[in-house]
């Protein structure tokens, strides 16, 4: 399975991006798919996950500025960012699993925000 992110980049406080990520090759059967984030000098945390059923988890720091969603026919998550913060400044990576465990990763889309 190939995990393909785009949509990083730079913006201020305050604003929005939008992440996504397609996965390919044997993509069928992927059960969870999610975000995780790497902050210089930081341990990599997961930002939001959702399975095929629709399950969502989201880490506490970014519920209600950011929403997660899937389009399971494309094999493709989205993660919609808004209300960014300087903090949220990371390199993002898509993840991917079969069952509840990310065992596929992407590389990852760097996200930056000005204060």
């Known amino acids: 399975v190939q995990l393909q992110a785009s949509g990083g980049g730079l913006v201020q406080a305050g604003g929005s991006l939008r992440l996504s990520c397609a996965a390919s090759?044997?993509?069928?059967?992927?059960?969870?798919m999610g975000w995780h984030r790497q902050a210089p000098g930081k341990q990599r945390e997961l930002v939001a996950g959702?399975?095929?059923?629709?399950?969502?988890s989201y880490r506490d720091s970014v519920k209600g500025r950011f929403t997660i969603s899937r389009d399971n026919a494309k094999n493709t998550v989205y993660l919609q960012m808004n209300s960014l913060k300087p903090e949220d400044t990371a390199v993002y990576y898509c993840?991917?699993?079969?069952?509840?465990?990310?065992?596929?990763w992407g590389q990852g889309t760097l996200v930056t925000v000005s204060s």
């Open positions: 959702i399975t095929s059923a629709g399950n969502i």
């Open positions: 993840a991917a699993g079969p069952s509840r465990a990310y065992i596929y």
């Open positions: 090759g044997s993509a069928f059967g992927i059960n969870l």
